[in-house]
């Protein structure tokens, strides 16, 4: 019996002092790891829309009905559904532009898009951020190939050639294609509406 | 020269992957570029040296029933801090080598290591053999990812080494699933044909 308890006890401690450990580690790396997320997110940025100074957080809550099809599924969790954009200004403070981040469930992962457009809601540069697709099909989505294919487009020929669109989908690859389009799609309706709103007032 | 020894075997004689199959499940995941390979490879050796040391220094203290859960506690916790720790220090290579460092915790070869050797031997040896071991994963991992991006992709290390025509439209079975397995099975059989020969 007691060597069980002496077993147990063993295994307690080797666990207590590597949690603890690890707690110490990620105390020490949590702030320069979110530190390193919104760079890398900001670099990305800067990468769709080139000329930009600084940018803008601006976000609107959608309503119940926009919520489908869904660029930004992960936050139906969080509560209120909202829809975040940058707003991008040059040294002089004048517009360059928006960006968003698209995001639809492909073929195998969720593909995310970092998406830059112009003032007047042409698309200027796209990037894959965020793909675990089939490598040698989807996976090809993140290749300049398939990002040129969208520059310059505006919102009524963002579809895959296969539904009627102007974007030429990868071989062999129409869902992670169409994932890419419809979610950019989406967020640039979402997009032009809220710019659309904003100038009303 | 014993030391010596447990740093070779792992190239051919005891080849984690083709020899002992252990670790096929990242195996086959990142096999589809070279690029990867050495990615893993190299990750999977750094870890594997340094659990191998954490399990020879810690071996008469751990008791022989409870010892698979306590390696696999050092594992995982070494494994984790090396990843916190490189994404807050070095995010460049975080990025190209992010995705498989929380693999290796499940990869096989170190607990096997940590168990068939590490926890028999003393701290030296059991680096040699973490050396060894890795740098053959890495080697077996470099030869199935060649063959699988060459046939399946016409590129190695994302140079274009076939001709253009080849690549429009490539043997897209190699890069994929199956390819990987196919692959790995004619080379398991080619080097067990090798070493049949080699004792006769």
């Known amino acids: 019996m007691s060597y069980f308890i002496k077993l147990g006890l063993v295994l307690l401690i080797i666990t207590a002092i590597a949690s603890g450990i690890l707690a110490y580690v990620n105390d020490l790396t949590k702030d320069k790891i979110a530190e390193n997320k919104v760079k890398a997110e900001e670099l990305a940025r800067i990468e769709v829309l080139p000329g930009t100074a600084k940018f803008d957080k601006q976000s609107v809550i959608l309503p119940p009905v926009q919520a489908e099809p869904n660029p930004l599924k992960k936050q139906v969790a969080e509560g209120p559904l909202e829809f975040v954009y940058y707003s991008g200004l040059d040294t002089e403070g004048n517009l360059t532009g928006y960006t968003f981040v698209a995001s639809q469930y492909g073929y195998s992962s969720e593909v995310k898009t970092m998406v830059g457009v112009d003032t007047a809601m042409n698309i200027i540069k796209i990037k894959v951020i965020e793909q675990a697709e089939t490598p040698g099909l989807g996976a090809n989505a993140a290749t300049d190939v398939f990002r040129q294919r969208f520059e310059k487009k505006q919102i009524s020929e963002l579809k895959v050639d296969k539904d009627g669109g102007e974007i030429v989908s990868l071989t062999g690859a129409t869902i992670t294609s169409r994932a890419v389009t419809n979610s950019i799609a989406a967020g640039l309706q979402i997009l032009t509406d809220a710019v659309g709103k904003e100038e009303e007032r | ?200």
């Not at chain 2, 071991?133 to 190695?156: H, K, N, P, Y």
């Open chain 2, 1 to 200: 020269m014993r030391l010596f020894q447990e740093f070779t075997k792992g190239f051919i004689k005891e080849n984690p992957v083709f020899i002992m199959a252990l670790g096929l499940c990242p195996t086959l995941a990142v096999t589809s570029s070279v690029q990867n390979a050495i990615g893993m490879g190299l990750a999977a050796t750094f870890v594997l040296v340094c659990s191998n040391i954490f399990i020879s220094l810690l071996k008469g203290l751990i008791p022989g029933k409870i010892r698979i859960p306590c390696f696999i506690v050092v594992i995982a916790s070494f494994v984790t801090i090396v990843d916190m720790v490189m994404y807050a220090y070095t995010p460049e290579i975080h990025k190209s080598l992010g995705l498989f460092i929380p693999l290796i915790v499940v990869n096989c070869i170190i607990l096997g290591r940590a168990e068939a050797f590490a926890s028999k031997n003393g701290v030296i040896p059991s680096i040699m053999d973490g050396l060894g071991m890795g740098l053959g994963f890495t080697l077996a991992l470099i030869v199935i990812a060649s063959i699988r991006e060459i046939l399946g992709a016409g590129q190695w290390l994302g140079m274009n080494v076939m001709p253009a025509a080849y690549i429009k439209s490539p043997m897209l079975i190699a890069i994929l699933a199956p390819g990987a397995f196919i692959i790995m099975g004619l080379l398991m059989g080619l080097i067990n044909q090798m070493k049949k020969k080699q004792g006769a």
